[in-house]
């Protein structure tokens, strides 16, 4: 635990390096001027934190089926079936949401959504039945729906017309290290009681793997929140668009 801990420090350390040096560039690889547009910070933030719990339940999920749940390998990826097709079912509505309303707003939603479900799935994974998982999987992808779309549409589009490419490549960036991360952080609070060499302890006790799993998904429910609190600070905080102009027609 400590090394994970240690390594996760100097990741942040690193990237915290790699930021003044960017800064401190004659030909900077980001432009240090969309680092300074706190709208796209704030999208980017909320990525971030948001998507920690997507990568993390990709990872963990079949787990609980398979131990928790004693289900096999084809009936858990049946269950797991749930996310997928409601996922697939509610993106184009979600879609259509987000060119109506603020980004942020639809952020928020999701990951108010996320954040609710994952407690209520930590509360009562431990009900006999799959119910309480399926309820879990297909918030989980109604949160999701809402949120992709919307945050990737704040994200690049709180970014300067000249630095859109730049913008895309941050994002598409910070998208698959926040999925890693997610994976990472689950896998290593799951496994919080291996032993030097990496191998999980036996496990004699269905109720304290029950106990680890909800743990986790509390955990998630967390990184969710703080990814919530981003999406209401981007009204407040992030940088005004520009007023249009009048008499030209009103």
């Known amino acids: 635990m400590l090394l994970v801990l240690s390594l996760f420090v ?6 915290l390096l790699f930021i003044i040096r960017l800064l ?4 900077p690889l980001i432009s240090p001027s969309l680092l300074r547009e706190r709208s796209f910070l704030l999208g980017n ?15 963990l999920m079949p787990f609980f089926l398979e131990l928790g749940k004693g289900l096999g390998t084809e009936r858990a990826g049946l269950v797991l079936m749930a ?10 509505v979600t879609g259509r949401l987000a060119d109506r309303f603020s980004p942020w707003r639809l952020c928020a939603a ?7 479900t994952c407690v209520l799935f930590s509360l009562t994974m431990a009900m006999p039945g799959l119910a309480s998982t399926f309820v879990f999987l297909v918030g989980l992808a109604l949160a999701y729906a809402l949120f992709m ?22 994002f598409g960036t910070l998208y698959s290290l926040s999925l890693l991360l997610g994976v990472n952080v689950f896998e290593t609070l ?3 009681r291996a032993d030097v060499h990496g191998n999980l302890a036996p496990i004699t006790d269905t109720g304290w793997l029950v106990s680890r799993f909800s743990h986790v998904y509390l955990f998630g429910a967390c990184a969710c929140l703080i990814s919530l609190l981003f999406a209401f600070g981007i009204p407040f905080f992030g940088k005004k668009a520009d007023k249009p ?6």
Do not use: D, W
């Not at 401190?24 to 030909?27: Q, T």
């Not at 999701?110 to 609710?116: H, N, Q």
């Open 10 to 15: 100097l990741s942040a350390f690193s990237g």
């Open 24 to 27: 401190k560039a004659e030909n």
């Open 45 to 59: 933030a909320v990525s971030v934190f948001g998507l920690i719990l997507m990568g993390g339940n990709a990872f």
């Open 83 to 92: 996310y997928s097709v409601t996922f697939m079912v509610l993106s184009p």
């Open 110 to 116: 999701g990951m108010g959504l996320a954040t609710a």
């Open 149 to 170: 779309v919307s945050n990737a549409k704040q994200v690049l589009g709180s970014a300067p017309m000249e630095q859109k490419g730049s913008a895309s490549a941050v």
């Open 190 to 192: 799951y496994a919080a």
């Open 245 to 250: 102009a009048v008499g030209h027609g009103n």
